[in-house]
């Protein structure tokens, strides 16, 4: 479904050339769950948003089938992000002033999706996450697991074919995060929804399909 080739990322900093990403080289199939794991500052958050058409590498390809992402206009770029992949952060970013429902909504409204079928879409999901009675809280009504939640069911509105999610539990406690862990298995298992999930649990890592450490600007399989 994806495949990563000869994936590099420089930055300048000053008169040095700081070596991010030295060339990694992946394939992710449909309906895979991976996780990426690694000390901080290594490039993880990085990788993740060259994967996901947020950042532009300095060379290799990130292709999709046989869309080749960087060989597309930028424009075009920013139209395969928003239809093909969804995204998942550690800190929500959910707008304040709108409830759940107008959150979950919000992707489809920009994709120009009518209105009411887009209200419908984003009731089910939230249902499906387990926030059925809270569609009408505001962020700040909710509790940070019910936040992460929103936003998942925001990432699947679009019914994209892959979720990139950036530490998902990383602002969570134990218990919550176990929650939002089971959330995620559960979508993977039984929509086929691919994930690549960059995560410091060690207990979310254990449970993905296949588990990769990142150091030195490459990715190595874990035993």
């Given at each position: 479904?994806?495949?990563i080739q000869?994936?590099?990322?420089?930055?300048?900093?000053?008169?040095?050339?700081?070596?991010?990403?030295?060339?990694?080289?992946?394939?992710?199939?449909?309906?895979?769950?991976?996780?990426?794991?690694g000390?901080?500052?290594v490039?993880?958050?990085?990788?993740?948003?060259i994967?996901?058409?947020?950042?532009?590498p300095?060379?290799?390809?990130?292709?999709?089938?046989?869309?080749?992402?960087?060989?597309l206009?930028?424009?075009?770029?920013?139209?395969?992000?928003?239809?093909?992949?969804?995204?998942v952060?550690?800190?929500?970013?959910?707008?304040?002033?709108?409830?759940?429902?107008?959150n979950?909504m919000?992707?489809?409204?920009?994709?120009?999706?009518?209105?009411e079928?887009?209200?419908?879409?984003?009731?089910?999901?939230?249902?499906?996450?387990?926030?059925?009675?809270?569609?009408?809280?505001?962020?700040?009504?909710l509790?940070g697991?019910?936040?992460?939640?929103?936003?998942?069911?925001?990432?699947l509105?679009?019914?994209?074919?892959?979720?990139?999610?950036d530490?998902?539990?990383?602002n969570?406690?134990?218990?919550?995060?176990e929650?939002?862990?089971?959330?995620?298995?559960?979508?993977?298992?039984?929509k086929?929804?691919?994930?690549?999930?960059?995560?410091?649990?060690?207990?979310?890592?254990?449970?993905?399909?296949?588990?990769f450490?990142?150091?030195?600007?490459?990715?190595?399989?874990?035993?």
């Open positions: 479904m994806i495949d000869q994936l590099r990322k420089n930055f300048r900093s000053g008169d040095e050339t700081l070596h991010i990403l030295t060339g990694i080289n992946l394939h992710v199939g449909k309906g895979e769950m991976l996780a990426i794991v000390a901080s500052g490039g993880k958050s990085t990788f993740l948003h994967v996901g058409g947020l950042e532009k300095t060379s290799g390809s990130v292709r999709y089938g046989d869309i080749d992402v960087y060989s206009p930028s424009d075009r770029v920013a139209k395969f992000r928003n239809e093909r992949v969804g995204f952060f550690q800190f929500h970013h959910l707008l304040p002033e709108f409830s759940a429902l107008e979950v919000l992707p489809g409204l920009i994709r120009n999706m009518d209105r079928q887009a209200m419908d879409l984003a009731k089910s999901l939230l249902n499906e996450v387990g926030l059925g009675e809270r569609i009408h809280h505001r962020p700040g009504e509790s697991g019910e936040q992460q939640r929103v936003a998942v069911a925001r990432a509105v679009l019914r994209p074919d892959v979720i990139l999610a530490e998902p539990t990383g969570l406690d134990t218990h919550t995060g929650a939002v862990h089971e959330l995620l298995k559960t979508l993977n298992r039984e086929g929804i691919t994930f690549i999930i960059v995560t410091h649990n060690d207990h979310l890592a254990r449970q993905a399909d296949r588990v450490r990142m150091a030195e600007g490459n990715l190595t399989l874990e035993s």
